[in-house]
Every structure is written in structure tokens, then in C-alpha cells.
């Protein structure tokens, strides 16, 4: 089955230190993205990719780095600088006018 | 810039009862999208239903529809017959485009909470 894997589910980490989260997905989309959910909030888009080896910054990209080496991958570093790390982090693809599909989710909580 | 504006932060409704989810939208562009996500508790997002800003039919999908009114810019969502599983996070989203980049995202609203009672 075709879909978009986040992992992983959970994680925890120490205030200071850099994190990455995965993003892998088989669909053959072009386009991926990042976005951030805090609760009972909306999602707000952290850094999109159209194509392979270019990425854009989203709305809230400050604190954040990416990169797209590969059209199946698009992993989310976050780093020491962003303020307030925990959150809920969506990874999502699309394809021309599909709609966004989605992954499972990080959820990630530094203390 | 676009926005979207959900008023409903939560719903209480039967079960078996029809549910309309508030969702207003604003945007300068001719050519746009609008969505709707479903978000169980388990946090994964489900895609719903969509509708084009020239489509003249209201969308339709099994018990979902979606009621589209260009003038006033609004993109309600409706749930008939309400069941159980329904209970969730609603979430209206539009689609934006990023002109330089030739880009589209998706800007998301605050999202409205339904509980399905028995």
C-alpha cells in the first residue's frame, strides 16, 4: 500500500538538542510538506518542497532546517534555536490538484 | 493573504442527527480550493471532501457534502445521519497559491471539535 511514513511515533528530548524527524513516503509525489499542530490549534506550514533539492520556507520556518536529497524523503531538523519545540508534527505529500495526504504524525515533547 | 475562520470550536449533536460545520473563507484569488480534513483522536488527518472555487455543484461524498456559497464565502460541511466514529477534529482548509514558486499549500483553520452522543 501506498503511503506516507512518519517516524517515530513519539519522542523525547532535552531542551539544546537538535532533533530530526522522518518523513518517507512511496506515492511518487513531487511535492512535500511540513507542518506544525499545537493543541486544539489549526496547522501551521514549517518548509515545503516542490522538487527534489529545493525546498521553501513556510510560515513558521524559524528554528527549523530541512532538506530533499531524495523525491521519497523529506526529513525536519529541529533545532536548539527553535523556542517552543513540542508540538505535533504532520509530514504531507501531494501530486498536481490532489489533496494533501498525510502521515501518522511525530509527536514530540522536549523537556 | 488567505485565512480561514471556523467559529464552532466544539459541537455536541445525536447520534443520527444531521451536523453542519461552520467554515468561512478569505481570499483575493479567482481560482481556489477548499477542504475538509477529519482528525481522530489517534491524530492522523483524513481527507474528506473537496471543492473547487468554479465547480457550480456542491460537492458530495457518501454522507458528507459540502455547502458552498461563493458570495458569502462560506464552505460549510455537512454530516448526515451522524454516527459514533464521526466524533473528531474537523479541520476546513483552502488551498493558496505561491506564484513565484509556482507553489500551492494549504491554509488550515482553527478546527472544530464533534462529539457524537448516543
Known amino acids: 500500500d501506498g503511503g506516507i511514513t512518519q517516524s517515530p511515533k513519539y519522542l523525547f528530548r532535552k531542551e539544546g538538542q537538535n532533533v530530526t524527524l522522518s518523513c518517507e513516503q512511496n506515492?511518487?509525489?513531487?511535492?512535500m510538506y511540513w507542518y506544525r499542530q499545537d493543541p486544539g490549534q489549526g496547522l501551521r506550514l514549517i518548509y515545503y518542497?516542490?522538487?527534489?533539492?529545493?525546498?521553501q520556507k513556510g510560515d513558521i520556518a524559524e528554528g527549523y532546517s530541512v532538506s530533499r536529497e531524495k523525491k521519497e524523503s523529506f526529513p525536519l531538523t529541529v533545532t536548539s534555536a527553535q523556542k517552543n519545540p513540542t508540538a505535533f508534527y504532520l509530514c504531507a505529500s501531494k501530486q498536481g490538484n490532489s489533496p494533501l495526504h498525510f502521515g501518522n504524525g511525530t509527536r514530540l515533547t522536549v523537556t | 493573504a488567505q485565512k480561514i475562520t471556523q467559529t464552532q470550536p466544539g459541537m455536541f449533536v445525536q447520534e443520527k442527527e444531521a451536523v453542519t460545520l461552520d467554515c468561512t473563507y478569505d481570499t483575493s484569488d479567482q481560482s481556489y480550493g477548499l477542504f475538509w480534513y477529519k482528525q481522530p483522536s489517534s491524530g492522523e488527518m483524513i481527507f474528506l471532501i473537496y471543492?473547487?472555487?468554479?465547480?457550480?455543484q456542491n460537492a458530495t461524498e457518501g454522507r458528507y457534502s459540502l455547502n458552498f456559497q461563493k458570495a458569502r464565502k462560506s464552505a460549510n460541511l455537512v454530516i448526515s445521519a451522524s454516527q459514533l466514529g464521526d466524533s473528531a477534529m474537523y479541520f476546513c482548509?483552502?488551498?493558496?497559491?505561491?506564484?513565484?514558486?509556482?507553489?500551492?499549500?494549504?491554509?488550515f483553520g482553527q478546527g472544530t471539535r464533534l462529539t457524537i452522543n448516543p
Open positions: 518542497s516542490q522538487i527534489v533539492n529545493d525546498f
Open positions: 471543492q473547487g472555487s468554479y465547480d457550480e
Open positions: 506515492l511518487n509525489h513531487d511535492a
Open positions: 482548509a483552502m488551498s493558496a497559491y505561491i506564484l513565484i514558486q509556482g507553489a500551492q499549500k494549504l491554509v
